[in-house]
């Protein structure tokens, strides 16, 4: 079965940095595109960054410049770099892939979810 396990977060300072990890399993890691979301506290979960199979990045405006997802399609594994950390990127981060044995039975997988802290 599908597993997404985060981890890397944690408590920094702002204008710090962390990088999350997300191991992947139980599907084909290097075929598919994978994403970063997050959740803060009474918000919506957001998408924070997109990353197609072959590398390609899409990133939210409020993160542009910022954070940086990567993949090491070896080890089934997607990475999120977070510099210059603002107490608003402060939220639980997961990561997704929309998974399916056919295209019909497609859905969302998600990690357990990491926190970030961002504060002084």
């Known amino acids: 079965q599908v597993q997404l396990v985060e981890s890397g977060g944690g408590l920094v300072q702002p204008g710090g940095s962390l990088r999350l990890s997300c191991a992947a399993s139980?599907?084909?890691?290097?075929?598919?595109?994978m994403s970063w979301y997050r959740q803060a506290p009474g918000k919506e979960r957001e998408l924070v960054a997109f990353?197609?199979?072959?590398?390609?990045?899409v990133y939210a405006d409020s993160v542009k410049g910022r954070f940086s997802a990567s993949r090491d399609n070896g080890q089934n594994t997607v990475y999120l770099q977070m510099n210059s950390l603002k107490p608003e990127d402060t939220a639980v981060y997961y990561c997704?892939?929309?998974?399916?044995?056919?295209?019909?039975?497609?859905?969302?997988?998600w990690g357990q979810g990491t926190q970030v802290t961002v504060s002084s």
């Open positions: 997704n892939v929309k998974w399916g044995r056919i295209v019909s039975e497609t859905k969302d997988y």
């Open positions: 139980g599907f084909t890691f290097r075929n598919y595109a």
């Open positions: 990353i197609l199979n072959t590398g390609g990045t």
